[in-house]
């Protein structure tokens, strides 16, 4: 399709044979691709003289600096053609720019077949985002530069894996985006693969900063952390002797070592040392493991004195302690008569004592028991001689003191008051007398002794005095006195007695 030609500046004239064109307003020209114009062909010439002279045309406009002059072909007459208006080119898309180089490259850790490493984003990533990183790596003195990831990585932190112990690796990483590839990241020296040394320690726990103490028997399991990279050598010596392996199995991981005893003994006491070595660094602990059992009895013991009821014994350390201090001693007595053991002293410190409040006329043997951290001697040291306490003279000389005169004439503490009874119905006259010696009573009615009769029951209890008359009849009322008396007096109490018929109604007479 051919292109249009281009409009005709407002003030460009065309020479004409007939007459100059008529002027008109050009259009604005439309924006058009960036394509190289056509040539603009003029009109046909008419007769008229080759060119017209440049001091008729009126001036015109000056055309912009940027627009060329439209081409005249080769045959065209050289009739002055119109100047074209120049298309101006579209407005290119922006740009892609690629990212700035990845910043804080370093390494995080290196062992023998691996290098970690990790760095931060770049400070100017693009306008197109950013797609990933590329990690490079070539030997020292090489400069071959190989991709060690196949595919882009997004994470900020790479291990390359797979390498050879002991080369030294340059590295770098270079982001990606739409734009390209940014400056790489480089290391400024070579990366050796080989693990890293970190001094070695041991933190042994708490229990073994001091005396760690067993019971002969019992088992021994102590884990004892460490640090150290790469994995530390681990010795372990006893009394600065290499340890039995047959007493003692010891485990080593990359963290820890475990030291076992399956069954310990009073051998395996000592110091032991730990010593962890990298390289020529080293680090070392000890502690001393005792194992402790019962102690022996004591070496020998002997009554000093005797004096009263006291007794003073005295003994000595026994030769086996148990491997441990010796913490206290019991002391026991025994009566020769019954043989039984009866503890007199218990956790007691010295080598002498006083057994005291021992029984007059008896004898005793004593014996004496060590003591330890795991408890009482089984076996004790006893006295070869026995100790009697002797039996002394005394004269007892009661106290001289008064004796009391309880003696007493007769006196009644209650008075006996009249009673009135019905014919029939048995009735208790009551009073209470003191007196000592014990007073003797009497009875009487109407001042006459009423002896043993039957019809009376006399009683004296405590000094409580009663006379009981069973069912009295009409003669029975009248003075009824009982009388007291003793070596030192008498005493008399009296109570009238009256005895009434029982009512008879008229209705039971009929």
Same mark, same amino acid.
């Given at each position: 399709m051919?292109?249009?030609?281009a409009?005709?500046?407002k003030?460009?004239?065309?020479v004409?044979?007939? !007459? $100059? /064109?008529p002027k008109s307003? #050009?259009?604005? @020209? %439309?924006e =058009?691709?960036?394509?190289e &114009?056509?040539?603009?062909e !003029? $009109? /046909?010439p008419a007769?008229a #003289?080759a060119? @017209? %002279?440049p =001091?008729e045309?009126p001036p &015109?406009?000056?055309a912009p !600096? ?5 081409e005249?072909p080769?045959?065209a007459? =050289?009739?002055?053609a119109?100047?074209?208006?120049a ?9 892609v ?10 390494v995080?850790?290196?062992s023998?077949?691996s290098v970690t ?9 693009g306008n197109?985002g ?7 790596c070539c030997?020292e003195?090489?400069?071959d530069w ?5 595919e882009?990585?997004i994470?900020?932190r790479?291990v390359i ?6 080369d030294?690796l340059?590295?770098?990483v270079v982001?990606v985006?739409?734009?390209g590839?940014s400056?790489?990241a480089t290391?400024p020296?070579?990366v050796?693969?080989?693990?890293v040394?970190?001094r070695?320690?041991i933190r042994?726990?708490?229990?073994l900063?001091q005396r760690y ?10 884990v004892?952390p460490?640090t150290?990279k790469p994995?530390?050598v ?5 009394d600065?002797?290499p340890i039995?392996?047959?007493?003692v ?6 963290r820890?070592?475990i030291?076992f005893i399956r069954?310990s003994e ?5 110091v032991y040392?730990m ?8 680090d070392?602990?000890q ?5 402790i ?5 004591p ?5 000093v ?6 007794v003073?014994l005295?003994w000595?350390?026994?030769k086996?302690?148990?491997?441990t201090?010796?913490?206290g001693?019991?002391?026991?007595k025994?009566?020769k008569?019954t043989g039984?053991?009866?503890t007199?002293?218990e ?8 057994v005291?409040d021992?029984i007059m006329g ?9 003591e330890?951290k795991?408890g009482i001697?089984?076996d004790a040291?006893?006295t070869?001689?026995?100790?009697t ?6 004269n007892y000389?009661p ?12 006196k009644?503490?209650?008075d006996?008051?009249d ?6 119905y048995s009735?208790k006259l009551l009073?209470s ?15 006459m002794?009423i ?5 009376y029951r006399?009683l004296n ?8 008359i069973?069912k009295p009849g ?6 009824y006195?009982?009388?007291a008396?003793?070596e030192?007096g008498e005493?008399a109490?009296?109570?009238?007695l009256?005895?009434?018929q ?8 009929k």
């Amino acid at each position: 399709m051919p292109a249009k030609p281009a409009p005709i500046k407002k003030g460009a004239k065309v020479v004409k044979k007939e !007459a $100059p /064109p008529p002027k008109s307003k #050009p259009k604005p @020209a %439309p924006e =058009a691709p960036p394509v190289e &114009a056509p040539p603009v062909e !003029a $009109p /046909p010439p008419a007769a008229a #003289p080759a060119a @017209a %002279p440049p =001091a008729e045309a009126p001036p &015109a406009e000056a055309a912009p !600096a940027e627009a060329p002059p439209a081409e005249v072909p080769k045959d065209a007459p =050289a009739a002055e053609a119109p100047p074209a208006e120049a298309i101006k080119a579209p407005t290119p898309p922006p740009s892609v720019e690629p990212p700035s180089e990845p910043l804080e490259l370093t390494v995080e850790d290196v062992s023998d077949v691996s290098v970690t490493i990790q760095w931060r984003p770049p400070a100017n990533i693009g306008n197109a985002g950013l797609n990933g990183y590329t990690v490079e790596c070539c030997k020292e003195g090489t400069g071959d530069w190989k991709a060690v990831n196949d595919e882009l990585s997004i994470s900020c932190r790479y291990v390359i894996k797979n390498q050879t112990t002991g080369d030294r690796l340059n590295i770098r990483v270079v982001a990606v985006n739409a734009g390209g590839r940014s400056p790489p990241a480089t290391f400024p020296d070579a990366v050796l693969v080989r693990e890293v040394v970190a001094r070695p320690k041991i933190r042994p726990p708490r229990s073994l900063r001091q005396r760690y103490v067993v019971n002969v028997g019992e088992k021994v399991n102590l884990v004892i952390p460490f640090t150290g990279k790469p994995q530390p050598v681990i010795t372990w010596t006893k009394d600065g002797q290499p340890i039995d392996t047959k007493r003692v199995n010891v485990r080593n991981s990359d963290r820890d070592s475990i030291f076992f005893i399956r069954s310990s003994e009073r051998a395996d006491s000592g110091v032991y040392e730990m010593c962890i070595k990298v390289d020529s660094f080293e680090d070392k602990a000890q502690w001393t493991l005792q194992i402790i059992e019962l102690p022996g009895p004591p070496t020998g013991i002997k009554i000093v004195d005797t004096w009263g009821f006291n007794v003073a014994l005295e003994w000595t350390e026994p030769k086996d302690n148990g491997n441990t201090t010796i913490t206290g001693y019991t002391v026991q007595k025994a009566d020769k008569k019954t043989g039984d053991w009866f503890t007199v002293l218990e956790h007691y410190h010295r080598l002498n004592a006083t057994v005291s409040d021992l029984i007059m006329g008896n004898t005793y043997t004593f014996r004496v028991f060590a003591e330890n951290k795991c408890g009482i001697s089984k076996d004790a040291t006893v006295t070869k001689t026995s100790a009697t306490i002797q039996k002394t003279g005394i004269n007892y000389k009661p106290p001289d003191y008064k004796e009391r005169d309880f003696t007493e004439a007769p006196k009644f503490t209650t008075d006996m008051p009249d009673r009135c009874t019905t014919v029939g119905y048995s009735t208790k006259l009551l009073c209470s007398v003191r007196g000592f010696p014990k007073p003797k009573i009497q009875w009487m009615k109407n001042q006459m002794i009423i002896g043993d009769d039957p019809k009376y029951r006399q009683l004296n209890n405590q000094g409580i005095c009663s006379l009981e008359i069973r069912k009295p009849g009409n003669f029975d009322g009248g003075v009824y006195t009982c009388r007291a008396i003793n070596e030192h007096g008498e005493a008399a109490v009296t109570c009238k007695l009256e005895v009434k018929q029982p009512v008879i109604l008229d209705a039971d007479k009929k």
